[in-house]
């Protein structure tokens, strides 16, 4: 089994992302192959940060949990959640469960979180009728993009999460954290320094502060990575502002020390996400690799049955 089996593009769309490797035999044969040529692919993927195969022949979530830990050995438990998945095989998880006819923004996975995965990979088992697409943004160069002393204060301030697991509003503090025992909940609290208040037995409010940037483990460089743009309450539709107010919002963002992001650093980064972001349909069997650290991705909205599986992997706390 040779290497150049596997043809080399790139997305029409973008000269620099997504990297398409193109495989035209059996999903049998593409399991032979990356079982092979393991390194060869994630070399690949350390030096372009995005990586799309397509045709790969593969078709069932044991099949994608194979090739994923053919190359990740294990993928990593979806926890701390931001968003209703379902889980469909050894760690294996559907895309965020959300209204076909809304948006998802640009984010990197977890980065709200002290431990995140550095790789995330996703799988079209069921491509969309029309649209569905899942935009992708190389963060360096959004951010080369935003006034400099916007990145400068918040490398000093850092960033503000506030969460409220609320009956009926987003996701419960039991589906948070992956367990009914407050106990277990309050010891993961007390461990990563997150405050917290019980406003009811089934209202849970958390507030903890991250940096803007961290180091990339491979790298060695700083890198824009969190959850400030997706958490804005900029991007809540002003109807679920005016019915919750900021206080009950599920998750919002505000600088380190509490002061609220300003509307024209909203602004400036959903200009520079336009300015930077590709997307590409998805083709059945399509296996899509990212650098969680260096891209953000997103959901377009969608007509049409879709199914496109989640795996993470390398897990990541900072101390690289």
């Known amino acids: 089994m040779e290497r150049n089996e596997m043809l080399i593009g790139r997305s029409e769309q973008n000269g620099t992302m997504p990297l398409i490797f193109t495989w035209q035999?059996?999903?049998?044969?593409?399991?032979?192959?990356?079982?092979h040529y393991s390194e060869y692919v994630k070399e690949h993927l350390a030096q372009h940060g995005a990586l799309l195969i397509r045709g790969t022949g593969l078709s069932s979530v044991?099949?994608?949990n194979s090739s994923f830990i053919t190359l990740y050995s294990r993928s990593l438990e979806y926890n701390f959640r931001t968003s209703p998945r379902k889980e469909l095989g050894d760690r294996i998880y559907t895309s965020t469960v959300h209204p076909a006819d809304q948006l998802i923004h640009?984010?990197?996975?977890?980065?709200?979180?002290?431990?995140?995965?550095?790789?995330i990979a996703f799988f079209c088992q069921v491509p969309a009728l029309t649209g569905g697409e899942t935009p992708l943004a190389d963060e360096r160069a959004v951010v080369s993009r935003i006034d400099p002393s916007i990145l400068e204060k918040f490398r000093r301030k850092g960033i503000l999460y506030v969460r409220n697991a609320i009956p009926g509003v987003g996701l419960?503090?039991?589906?948070?954290?992956?367990?009914?025992?407050r106990k277990k909940v309050e010891r993961y609290l007390n461990e990563n320094g997150i405050t917290y208040s019980w406003e009811s037995a089934e209202h849970l409010r958390?507030?903890?502060?991250?940096?803007?940037?961290?180091?990339?483990?491979?790298?060695?460089?700083?890198?824009?990575f969190n959850h400030m743009y997706f958490g804005h309450k900029g991007l809540y539709d002003p109807d679920v502002l005016e019915y919750f107010?900021?206080?009950q919002l599920p998750f919002v963002t505000n600088y380190g020390d509490g002061e609220p992001i300003e509307e024209e650093v909203?602004?400036?980064?959903?200009?520079?996400?336009?300015?930077?972001?590709?997307?590409?349909?998805?083709?059945k069997g399509d296996l899509l690799l990212l650098d969680n650290m260096v891209y953000s991705h997103g959901r377009n909205p969608y007509t049409g049955d879709r199914s496109i599986l989640v795996a993470m992997a390398r897990r990541t706390d900072g101390n690289a």
């Open 245 to 247: 107010g900021e206080d």
């Open 206 to 224: 958390t507030s903890w502060a991250l940096p803007a940037f961290r180091i990339h483990p491979d790298k060695k460089e700083e890198v824009w």
């Open 62 to 64: 044991e099949e994608f």
């Open 172 to 181: 419960s503090w039991q589906e948070i954290y992956q367990t009914t025992d």
């Open 106 to 119: 640009m984010h990197t996975e977890n980065s709200y979180a002290p431990v995140w995965n550095q790789i």
């Open 266 to 283: 909203l602004s400036q980064f959903t200009d520079a996400y336009n300015q930077c972001k590709v997307v590409f349909q998805w083709e």
């Open 25 to 35: 035999r059996s999903g049998a044969e593409f399991l032979q192959w990356i079982n």
